[in-house]
């Protein structure tokens, strides 16, 4: 990604060398119709929400594309809730409105330590059985809404909601078993650093992250996300819109 | 110049006392304020207390006096029903101080015949209707009106002048200016009055010159009355019983229109808005919304649709289950204590009221610079307010950071539309450093840490770890340690035996790497944390 990064912003011809290398980062899922990337005319809801730099690679469109459904699935106790919060860190940082909605374990000390804003972040621990009508009310009106079943959830109410988060403009994240998502995020291994026998303190870890889905995404992936990131961001926040000017 | 009438209630702060406190007003009782006296009781007053007294010197002077804290705010609320009383006869109060308050002499003078007539019937309506005792005077303008009333006299017309002269210039109630003019050999208002007002204004200054102006009897301020408190309320009553959502939300859009136009005339908008139904069964519901920014007509309207519809689908509900259902005996109590039981319904709404609750000047409403509180937080508020509609107010919450030593204890949850506190920044001592772990289960999770022999972990009181944790088991489940670290000890609020808490914690890390945040607390291990 570097490359390209660093072929976009030379001046010149270079279109046909950067559509190579696009093709060969196997980056095809970042070409789309050049208005997906244009602000609406309302001028404030940009198409596409940011993501930390790690995980963009794992998104088809680079970050959470409003209307998509990006699952993240917990497999065993290991890393599910951490790759949740990273998830929503750059968007909830951006200014966006989050809803996490079924969760009363989510530790909301972690979520402000990734860079979370807790006033942007809504949340409702326990929706009863009126969970799928919470959900479907929350995607009237927040950017992210995390919903996590309490139960296996039926493939038509699955749609439905996928459907609304389509119609609304909103990013699906369903936490826990989900059919039909666009993308499926999950922690596949790390290990946590700086704990000894008697002596230390957990320090940092690193996340494995690994994504499957459909269409764009059905390319498996991993990356590797370091935590707690640095405070300071060490690269300029790059967005691939401009891309698609040189690829053409 | 307008004849104004003062109803003066003498020693108030003891008369409020005594009204809200049972304090015996007619024994010795002084009333105190950072050890001073600032009124006291007739009967203290012939014991000798005078104000300034120091407590000491007071009770030395009259030892069974009785001793009464200041409370400016008793004063106040004891002396609202005396300004009813007084504005049942003559309208247009005007609250000088608890204690005193202004009406204009003309209307009442006119009504009752004479300016004696009408202040003898309202100091005696004040003593039957409230039992206090009262005195009233009259004068050109409210200062020497309130000096006629300390000797219950009428200042004939244009006798101002004349009557505020020979009153000593203590009467200004301004200590820096008094004390200057004592030194100066100005004893009475007259004298002060006879200085030349521009010499008076360039030497003592606009506060002094408007004494000035009072001390010749020229107090041209007009009364500023007391309005009384508009009444906000709307409400309707419904022939037919409102049992369809379609029909409550009309109903809700008509009050919220009313409502709102209600308020506009006023200049004021709510922040707050409580909803009260009446159902067929004659069972109360009563549910108060919160906004932090201003509620327009159409989010008025909204929540009471909302609501409405909260209440008649539980209703429904019940039901639709057929006879069979339990049948709500006390369907308020159960609709309120236990929103999210059962739920058996209320019954068709019959009256509904609105009731404007936080309401404040309308100014306008200022939108964030840069977008952050426009329409973005707007779509966000209504989508939540929604959900709150299904599920309670208290369903939606955000979270604040506080001060505390465990991650759930960092955390305070408020209902969403509710203000948000500033988030603690204190260092607070103890804290377990970042990171945090990600999920904290509401409840700890018993789990028992043996050691290599199988010896379950103990910490003594000098906090030695008894052997190196090195296997937790949850239920069935084993596994290794690998790494562990503690112990860290908290012990909380121990002077509190009730709220006290004495407890370990403990970061270990197992061998197929997971790490916990495990609490040990009374010989028990739970899981107050997975790093998950």
């Known amino acids: 990604v570097a490359d390209i990064v660093a072929l976009r912003s030379r001046p010149g011809p270079g279109g046909g060398r950067l559509a190579a290398l696009v093709r060969a980062h196997g980056l095809t899922g970042l070409v789309g119709p050049a208005d997906s990337y244009a602000v609406e005319p309302d001028g404030v809801r940009e198409r596409v929400l940011p993501v930390l730099p790690e995980l963009r690679g794992l998104l088809p469109a680079g970050g959470l594309r409003r209307g998509s459904t990006v699952a993240v699935a917990p497999r065993g106790s290991f890393g599910a809730t951490s790759v949740l919060l990273a998830l929503l860190a750059a968007a909830s940082a951006a200014g966006s409105w989050c809803a996490v909605v079924g969760m009363p374990a989510l530790g909301l000390v972690a979520a402000a330590e990734f860079g979370i804003a807790l006033d942007r972040l809504a949340l409702v621990p326990e929706p009863g059985p009126e969970w799928p009508a919470v959900v479907a009310a929350l995607l009237d009106g927040l950017d992210v809404v995390v919903a996590a079943p309490p139960g296996p959830i039926a493939a038509p109410l699955a749609g439905r909601l996928a459907a609304r988060a389509r119609q609304r403009g909103s990013v699906l994240v369903p936490y826990g078993s989900w059919s039909g998502a666009d993308v499926v995020l999950e922690a596949v291994g790390g290990r946590w650093a700086g704990l000894d026998r008697g002596r230390g303190r957990l320090s940092r870890r690193e996340l494995v992250i690994s994504r499957r889905g459909r269409g764009a995404a059905a390319l498996p992936r991993q990356a590797t996300l370091w935590l707690p990131r640095p405070l300071v961001e060490p690269e300029p926040e790059v967005l691939p819109a401009p891309l698609l000017e040189a690829v053409g | ?532």
């Open chain 2, 1 to 532: 110049m307008s004849r104004a009438m003062v109803v003066w209630c003498p020693d108030w702060p003891v008369a409020a006392a005594g009204l809200t406190e049972d304090v015996p007003v007619h024994e010795p009782v002084a009333v105190l304020a950072a050890n001073r006296v600032v009124a006291c009781s007739a009967a203290a007053r012939s014991e000798g207390i005078r104000r300034g007294l120091r407590k000491r010197e007071a009770q030395s002077r009259c030892p069974y006096l009785v001793v009464v804290e200041d409370d400016p705010a008793r004063d106040a609320r004891a002396f609202e029903p005396v300004v009813a009383a007084i504005e049942e006869l003559a309208p247009g109060v005007e609250v000088v101080r608890p204690g005193a308050a202004a009406i204009a002499a003309r209307g009442p003078a006119r009504y009752f015949g004479s300016e004696a007539a009408a202040g003898e019937r309202i100091v005696e309506h004040i003593a039957q209707s409230c039992t206090v005792e009262a005195q009233a005077g009259v004068a050109d303008g409210v200062f020497a009106a309130g000096l006629a009333a300390r000797r219950g006299y009428l200042v004939p017309p244009g006798a101002t002048p004349a009557f505020l002269a020979g009153i000593d210039v203590a009467a200004l109630d301004r200590p820096d200016l008094i004390d200057l003019l004592r030194r100066l050999g100005v004893g009475t208002l007259g004298a002060f009055a006879a200085l030349p007002h521009t010499d008076v204004l360039a030497r003592f200054g606009a506060d002094a010159a408007l004494a000035h102006r009072l001390a010749a009897g020229r107090d041209e301020r007009p009364l500023a009355a007391r309005q009384p408190p508009p009444d906000l309320d709307v409400g309707q009553t419904f022939d037919e019983p409102l049992e369809r959502v379609d029909m409550a939300a009309f109903a809700a859009r008509q009050l919220a229109e009313r409502l709102h136009e209600r308020l506009a005339g006023h200049g004021l908008a709510c922040t707050r808005l409580g909803i009260a139904a009446v159902t067929e069964h004659g069972a109360e519901l009563y549910r108060t919304w919160r906004h932090d920014g201003l509620l327009t007509a159409a989010a008025i309207a909204d929540r009471v649709r909302w609501q409405l519809d909260g209440w008649l689908n539980s209703w429904r509900s019940l039901r639709s289950r057929g006879p069979g259902a339990p049948q709500a005996t006390s369907s308020l109590l159960a609709a309120l204590v236990s929103p999210d039981a059962a739920r058996p319904g209320p019954g068709a709404i019959v009256r509904l009221r609105l009731y404007p609750d936080g309401v404040v000047e309308h100014a306008g409403l200022q939108l964030g610079l840069w977008g952050d509180a426009g329409e973005e937080r707007d779509r966000a508020h209504r989508a939540l307010t929604r959900v709150q509609g299904m599920l309670g107010p208290d369903a939606v919450v955000t979270a604040v950071l506080d001060g505390g030593r465990d991650p759930a204890d960092r955390i305070r949850l408020v209902p969403w539309g509710d203000e948000r506190p500033e988030p603690a920044q204190e260092p607070w001592p103890g804290r377990l450093p970042a990171p945090s772990p990600a999920t904290v289960p509401p409840e700890p999770l018993p789990v028992v840490v043996v050691d290599a022999t199988g010896v379950p972990v103990r910490v003594t009181d000098r906090l030695a770890v008894s052997g190196a944790p090195a296997k937790l088991s949850r239920k069935s489940e084993t596994a290794e340690i690998a790494g562990w670290a503690g112990p860290w000890p908290v012990d909380e609020r121990w002077w509190a035996p009730e709220e006290g808490s004495r407890r370990v914690r403990f970061q270990v890390c197992l061998a197929d790497g997971r790490a916990y945040l495990l609490t040990l607390a009374d010989g028990g291990w739970t899981v107050s944390g997975v790093y998950d």
